[in-house]
Nanobody, 119 residues
Framework: QVHLVESGGGLVQAGGSLRLSCAAS????????MGWFRRAPGKERESLAA????????YYADSVKGRFTISRDNTKNTVYLQMNDLKPEDTAVYYC????????????WGQGTQVTVSS
């Protein structure tokens, strides 16, 4: 069982930055692959980034590559998403999620945090 709570969302102007945090509680946080997703109104959920248990391997969607950075601090049971050069199309509810290395689906999800980028 893993519980995830996102924070750090808010309203920013285009070109601004935000850092999202995802605090995890439960067993063996550092055994999980962590990911960030987002869902905009009327659109499907989009995978943005993922990070391995060690932090050595990362994945980014093309839409955020070069602008967003995922990181994790296992000593704090926290994963971060640094978002720079935000664009209006980044407006969405952002979710963090966790899965075991041996599985192919994310089993645990946070409740989301709203990010709104104005132009």
């Amino acid at each position: 069982q893993v519980h995830l709570v996102e924070s750090g969302g808010g309203l920013v102007q285009a070109g601004g930055s935000l850092r999202l945090s995802c605090a995890a509680s439960g067993r063996t946080f550092n055994s999980y692959i962590m990911g960030w997703f987002r869902r905009a109104p009327g659109k499907e959920r989009e995978s943005l980034a993922a990070i391995s248990w060690s932090g050595g391997n990362t994945y980014y969607a093309d839409s955020v590559k070069g602008r967003f950075t995922i990181s994790r601090d296992n000593t704090k049971n926290t994963v971060y998403l640094q978002m720079n050069d935000l664009k209006p199309e980044d407006t969405a509810v952002y979710y963090c999620a966790a899965r075991m290395v041996v599985t192919s689906e994310y089993d645990y999800w946070g409740q989301g945090t709203q990010v709104t980028v104005s132009s």
